[in-house]
Nanobody, 115 residues
Framework: QVQFVESGGGLVQPGGSLRLSCAASRSIFNIYIMGWYRQAPGKQRELVATIIGGGSTNYADSVKGRFTISRDNAKNTVSLQMNSLKPEDTAVYSC?????????WGKGTLVTVSS
């Protein structure tokens, strides 16, 4: 089992940056894949980015070139650096993993992009 606590959300103007952090309750060294998801008001949850143990990453087309996911196994954290933020990036961002036989989610952190 594992628990996640996200932080770093807030209000930012369009074009600004935020760095989200996801702290795990135990070592993530042996957790193969970690991901960030987001859910905007009235919309379905969508994948933002994933990172595997070897460091390979994958991004949604809508955030490629603007967001960067990283993991620090020594600190048991996964981060999401978000640059050039747009109003459509407004959502609750949550981190996630799958450890057989279930998915684990944090409660999320709210990101609001508005002028």
């Amino acid at each position: 089992q594992v628990q996640f606590v996200e932080s770093g959300g807030g209000l930012v103007q369009p074009g600004g940056s935020l760095r989200l952090s996801c702290a795990a309750s135990r070592s993530i060294f042996n957790i193969y894949i970690m991901g960030w998801y987001r859910q905007a008001p009235g919309k379905q949850r969508e994948l933002v980015a994933t990172i595997i143990g070897g460091g390979s990453t994958n991004y949604a087309d809508s955030v490629k070139g603007r967001f960067t996911i990283s993991r620090d196994n020594a600190k048991n954290t996964v981060s999401l650096q978000m640059n050039s933020l747009k109003p459509e990036d407004t959502a609750v961002y949550s981190c996630n993993t799958y450890i057989y036989p279930r998915y684990y989610w944090g409660k999320g952190t709210l990101v609001t992009v508005s002028s």
